[in-house]
């Protein structure tokens, strides 16, 4: 693996960083909030200017919209992204569905589906959590039953993210329950305005309203939404896994908070004493070694793909250590912040406009979702390591 950008890829990121100079208000401090219609509409005015400039899937092959580069210019542009807790950016389609749809699905739902989440007109969600289904994804409940040219789908997802705003979501249903657990899934794709589709909204405890519980009450799909084979989605719906776990996302956020909590420490607002205080000193610095660490094993993973790997421990490996650093960093930020730092955003005497606090209160949730943070080290204990499940 290289450690530094080649010369394009340093262009590109100059050029997205003076594009987001441009496209956020000049008090952004983000992160967005899509339960929130300025931030929606901000977020699809961002996604339509990256989209007429070809950075949405700038890796994904030039017939399906995209500029066959490398994996590496993707992940430089998910990075500048996060790091400037912009909206506009589908992870949904572009990285995880998008590429899945390409190895899984057929030419005609490749050009059906890849072209629009190319020019940032559909927004997709993704269908796998259930009420009594999580870390054992393979015990999932809802039904898909086979009808004329239909399935009918019946039960429910949770915890789905965007599910209010989607028009679309792809998700995992059980097809034959009489299989063992992980067979009998198929993966297909559900129009989110089809009668029987309700959305509940989840509010999570940072007050946003970001989750959602969705039900299916009979739903028709089309047999021409499934993606792959019949019964052979665990196959299919683990691709997509991968792809998501393999994000810079916590990476480049942890890295974003760091800086500002250095920021607040030298500046006048800080008590005099953190400035000189050798502990502090101390464990800022082994912060800023865990961030750039899981970063750069971030990257490691874009290398891989761009070797034309599909990288799954060392996937899981940069989910753990981006996840769990930036857990860290926000909880010495609130440590340093002291009772103003958990002020709600708004307050007069907060200190970082409260972001920290409302931070750490959202994203409790990133050693959850994807697959926790302790499946995930079982994968790499048996996939990274070899080692025996029992």
């Given at each position: 693996m290289r450690f530094e950008f080649t010369p394009e890829e340093s262009e590109f990121k100059s050029q997205l960083s003076s594009f987001l100079d441009d496209a956020l208000p000049a008090d952004w401090h983000g992160p967005a909030d899509e339960s929130r219609d300025d931030h929606w509409e901000l977020n699809q005015e961002i996604k339509k200017g990256l989209a007429e400039r070809g950075w949405l899937v700038m890796s994904w092959p030039?017939?399906?919209?995209?500029?066959?580069?490398?994996?590496?210019?993707?992940?430089?542009?998910?990075?500048?992204?996060?790091?400037?807790?912009?909206?506009?950016?589908?992870?949904?389609?572009?990285?995880?569905?998008?590429?899945?749809?390409?190895?899984?699905?057929?030419?005609?739902?490749?050009?059906?589906?890849?072209?629009?989440?190319?020019?940032?007109?559909?927004?997709?969600?993704?269908g796998y959590s259930e009420p009594n289904s999580g870390s054992d994804l393979a015990s999932l409940q809802t039904r898909a039953v086979e009808d004329g040219d239909d399935f009918v789908v019946t039960g429910a997802k949770i915890w789905t993210s965007l599910a209010h705003r989607a028009d679309m979501m792809f998700m995992l249903v059980r097809t034959d329950p009489e299989a063992a657990p992980h067979r009998g899934i198929s993966l297909i794709l559900v129009d989110m305005k089809s009668?029987?589709?309700?959305?509940?909204?989840?509010?999570?405890?940072?007050?946003?309203?970001?989750?959602?519980?969705?039900?299916?009450?009979?739903?028709?799909?089309?047999?021409?939404?499934?993606?792959?084979?019949?019964?052979?989605?665990?196959?299919?719906?683990?691709?997509?896994?991968?792809?998501?776990?393999?994000?810079?996302d916590y990476a480049a956020w942890a890295r974003a908070a760091l800086e500002e909590i250095i920021e607040h420490v030298q500046s006048e607002d800080a008590v005099t004493s953190t400035k000189s205080d050798p502990a502090i000193r101390i464990k800022l610095a082994e912060l800023h070694m865990e961030v750039e660490a899981a970063r750069l094993m971030c990257f490691?993973?874009?290398?891989?793909?761009?070797?034309?790997?599909?990288?799954?421990?060392?996937?899981?490996?940069?989910?753990?250590?981006?996840?769990?650093?930036?857990?860290?960093?926000?909880?010495?930020?609130?440590?340093?912040?002291?009772?103003?730092?958990?002020?709600?955003?708004?307050?007069?005497?907060?200190?970082?406009?409260?972001?920290?606090?409302?931070?750490?209160?959202?994203?409790?949730?990133?050693p959850i979702l994807a697959g926790t943070n302790e499946i995930q080290k079982n994968i790499i204990a048996q996939r990274g390591l070899g080692l025996p499940r029992k």
């Open positions: 030039k017939e399906y919209g995209g500029a066959d580069s490398s994996p590496m210019m993707n992940t430089i542009f998910a990075e500048e992204m996060a790091y400037r807790r912009a909206p506009g950016h589908d992870r949904f389609g572009t990285r995880m569905l998008g590429p899945t749809l390409m190895r899984f699905g057929t030419e005609e739902q490749r050009t059906k589906y890849l072209g629009s989440i190319a020019r940032g007109e559909i927004q997709w969600c993704q009668p029987g589709v309700e959305v509940q909204p989840i509010v999570n405890m940072a007050g946003v309203h970001s989750f959602n519980q969705v039900v299916f009450d009979q739903v028709r799909v089309p047999k021409a939404n499934l993606i792959g084979q019949l019964n052979d989605g665990w196959r299919a719906g683990m691709t997509v896994l991968n792809f998501e776990r393999s994000g810079i490691d993973v874009a290398w891989r793909q761009g070797k034309g790997e599909i990288p799954s421990s060392e996937a899981s490996m940069s989910k753990v250590a981006a996840t769990e650093v930036y857990l860290k960093v926000l909880d010495y930020g609130l440590e340093l912040l002291g009772m103003y730092g958990v002020l709600e955003p708004g307050s007069k005497q907060a200190l970082l406009q409260g972001r920290i606090f409302k931070m750490r209160l959202f994203y409790t949730s990133g």
